[in-house]
Structures are given as C-alpha cells and as structure tokens.
C-alpha cells in the first residue's frame, strides 16, 4: 500500500511539471527551474515572448532535506532560571539535542541532530497583465519558521509603456518596480536558498550574516549601455505595513527619538560576456538611519536549513530539549547556523558582489560592510556605531553538456561587534561589560546532479566554528559540522 501510494505521488509529480513545462512565457522574468540558474535582474536587451494577451504562469519549489550535525561548545556551568548552580543538567548552555557531559567544572557538550527536516514549499504566480508589464505574487506554502501558508509579497514590474503607445526609450533603457519585495540589495539574494527555493544555491544553506528581507517600496532601473545597470530605491523599511505613529515617540532607552525613516538603497552592476567568459561586478549600498524595527539581517520568514545546530537547550530559562516544554526548536529558533549582528535601529550596508563564469568554472563572491547600531547603543545622547564585516566566496565546477552535475567549495568568514555579547569577569585580557569582537567561519564542500532542468539532488558538508566568544555565553569555543541531503523541485 505505501509503495503504491508513493509511486502515485511521483507520477502525479511528474506529470504535473510536465504540464507546468507547457506553460506560456512571461516576459522579463526568471525561471524557477536550472535554466534561471546564475541570472539576476532579468534582462532588458535579451529579445521576449510576444505579447498576445493575459498569460498566468504558475511555479513551484520543493525542498526535503536530511540531515546529520554534531555541535560542540565548552563553557562553564551557569545555572537556568530555577535550575541548581551545581548541576550540570540544569546548565543554560547545554546545547539543543544534547547527549552528554564530561568534566566537573567546565561544560562539554555534544549534541547530535540527525533526519529528515520540515519539508519546505513554495508556489509562485507570474502574470502577465500587459505587453511589458508584469505582476508577481510569490508565497511560502510551508517553511520552518511560518509552517502556515504565508504570503512573502508581490510586486509589479513595467518594462514598457503600452498605455503610451510604448515609447523606444523606455523600452530599452528603463525599468519601475513597485510593492512588496527584497530590496536590490547585493547579488547573493540571486543565489540564496528562500523557503522551497534552493534549486539556485549549489550548497544547502545561505551566508552566516543572512541579509535577506522584504519592504514595501519601490525601485528605479537605467541601462544606459550594454552591460551597465543602475538601480535606486526607497521603501518603508519594515518588513510589513506600518500605520502607527512614531515620530515623536521615545523608546524604551530614552535618549534619541523613535522615528520612522524610510530606506534608500542603490546598486550599480556590469554584467557582460566576452567569448566563453562572462564577468559580472556589482556595488550595493543600503541606508537606513533610525527606525523603530528594520530586518535588513533578520528578515526570513522560512528560516535555515540547518536544523537545531548551535542553539541552546533552554529558552528563558526553560528547557527546549528534554520535554518540560511546550515550546519546539522549529519556530523559535529557526536561524541556526546564522549569525545576526543586531542594528534593527540604524544599518549601513554596502556590498560588492563579483561573479565570473569561464566554460565550466564559476567564481562568486563577495564583502559586506554592516555598521549600525540598536537603540541600546547611545551614549550621551548620540548613537554609538558597531560594525560587522563579512566575506564568501564560492567555486563551483560544472560538467557535462547541460552542466548536470556539479562540485563546489564555499567559505564565509563574519567577524566584529554583536548587540549584547560582552564580556565577564572570566574572560581575561578583558574587562567585565567589554564589547566583545566575535569571528565566525564555515568551511563547506557540496556536489550536486540535476537529473532534469527541474530536479535537483545535492549534499553538502560543513564545519563552522566560532572564536572571541565570553566564556558565559553557549556558543564559547563553539563548533558544529555534519552533513546534508538535499532533494529539490523546482518549475
């Protein structure tokens, strides 16, 4: 019966994408399956679908992963809320999922997560309502982090101007982008795993600073030459509407004023192809510079793909891992692996993303520079500035006519001041309340086969660590590695 069931699944999979496959195509857009694989902004100059008429283009992603990591760390015993100051069980910094623990003044613990993940999905409506003007509503079917099904946003785009007999100029050389979406920040964003979506990401997870969210605004393209892109944009700043007035509000610190200021972000970007190479570099800077709750770095709604790692077993003082309570690892803690340096009040963002493609090789990376700072952060009424930098880098070697199978190594390297993370007594070479300078890195090595344009199979395996961190806080000489299978749709 399970088999029969199981084999109805695939054949009700199969044929659906094969209808999905027959679909109409939408112009200035990207496709959901590896043909969409290293595009960014859709093109202006490639030649499009005609227009004949209203055309709805249904897709969708599919992600199921297994997974196995061990994660480490070695700190000393504090005691949770309502917990013995000498029992180890009790400690705060017992790691989610763990298995032992050795010593009796220092905690080590080892904490081993293995099987299969909350599925993930997506579905995806592209709707062309005009010649040269598109609308698109992407939603998240199911996620870690909103297993509900939960609208990510929509936008309109407007590559020509039918309604005014479609004048050249605009044709070619302008673009407007208006609703809810990510800003045109950096180009990782093109290559990130989102909820259902990773089919364009080599490897199973994002960067450890995630600078991914979506804001209510909009954005304007010039493309003045072949090859040249320029791009601003300015949006609310929040993740959602926000109706309530805060511009002579205080927070709860008192010392600078609560405003509601709306971002502006730029980006500029050549991409071109000469012979059997195509370069690519591109400059982003985001600025916000008093908010009540910006998510430029904690925007996800669906949450990272590595389950549980590096997250501690109690929350508040309660413990997550063996049973007391309610609460589960899935919603709460679904950054794993990510690292949020914390400037919801105040960002500066600037990245500078380079990309180069020869034959079979590709090289992607690049360098953000975050400085910002959280209401908390003022002194003598003025805000005082934290920075956090962050480097990647990518190659990933592709084979066979169609690029089916592929290889890859990727290292990220996130380093400077976090909201909160000070330093005790304990930690010498430091004073007590210090401002602690953090560093974490991640090594990961993946292969991956597309069987067809629309399925994907993949593995990856990582080690991360994490250094400077105070010896009271759960992730002190930190480390998780493991290993993870992933089965992707998309189309």
């Not at 910094?93 to 099987?115: F, H, Q, R």
Request: charged letters at 20%; hydrophobic letters at 35%.
């Amino acid at each position: 019966m399970k088999k029969a069931t199981f084999l109805s699944l695939f054949a009700m999979l199969f044929l659906s994408i094969q209808m999905f496959a027959q679909q109409p195509a939408i112009q200035y857009s990207r496709a959901y399956d590896q043909t969409g694989l290293n595009q960014f902004e859709p093109s202006k100059s490639m030649d499009q679908p005609e227009f004949t008429g209203l055309k709805v283009r249904i897709g969708g992603s599919f992600t199921e992963n297994f997974q196995r990591y061990t994660s480490t760390n070695s700190t000393p015993i504090y005691a949770r809320n309502g917990g013995s100051s000498s029992a180890k069980n009790d400690n705060k910094n017992n790691l989610y999922g763990y298995i032992k623990v050795e010593d009796t003044d220092t905690l080590n613990t080892e904490a081993t997560l293995s099987g299969f993940n909350t599925a993930q999905a997506n579905l995806n409506f592209d709707i062309q309502v005009g010649d040269g003007i598109r609308v698109f509503l992407e939603n998240y079917m199911s996620a870690r982090h909103h297993n509900e099904f939960w609208v990510k946003g929509g936008y309109i785009q407007i590559d020509k101007l039918p309604m005014f007999g479609s004048p050249e100029w605009y044709t070619k050389y302008v673009r407007v982008k208006v609703g809810h979406f990510m800003p045109n920040y950096g180009d990782f964003q093109f290559r990130r795993s989102d909820g259902g979506n990773t089919i364009f990401n080599p490897f199973c997870e994002n960067l450890i600073v995630d600078a991914f969210t979506t804001e209510i605004g909009g954005e304007a393209y010039i493309f003045p030459a072949k090859g040249f892109m320029l791009m601003g944009g300015m949006s609310a700043g929040f993740i959602n509407g926000n109706i309530i007035k805060t511009e002579t509000a205080n927070n709860q610190y008192g010392v600078v004023p609560t405003k509601r200021t709306p971002s502006i972000f730029g980006k500029v970007a050549y991409d071109n192809t000469f012979g059997d190479l195509r370069f690519r570099l591109s400059a982003s800077v985001y600025n916000n510079p008093n908010i009540s709750r910006n998510t430029l770095l904690a925007g996800d709604r669906t949450g990272s793909n590595y389950f549980g790692v590096m997250e501690p077993a109690y929350a508040n003082g309660l413990p997550m891992s063996i049973g007391t309570s309610s609460t589960t690892n899935s919603g709460p803690n679904f950054t794993s692996g990510r690292f949020n340096p914390g400037m919801a009040n105040r960002i500066t963002a600037i990245n500078v993303s380079p990309f180069i493609k020869w034959k079979f090789v590709e090289l992607q990376g690049g360098y953000d520079i975050f400085k910002g700072a959280n209401y908390a952060d003022t002194s003598a009424r003025e805000w005082v500035n934290r920075s956090f930098n962050q480097m990647y880098a990518e190659l990933v070697l592709r084979f066979l006519p169609r690029e089916q199978m592929f290889v890859g190594a990727r290292y990220v390297a996130a380093s400077g001041e976090a909201s909160g993370v000070k330093y005790g007594a304990t930690d010498q070479g430091h004073t007590a309340g210090e401002q602690a300078n953090v560093s974490i890195s991640r090594i990961a090595f993946a292969a991956g086969w597309f069987p067809t344009e629309s399925l994907l199979l993949k593995f990856e395996y990582v080690t991360q660590q994490y250094k400077d961190f105070p010896r009271a806080d759960y992730r002190y000489e930190g480390k998780f590695s493991g290993f993870m299978i992933s089965a992707v749709v998309g189309f």
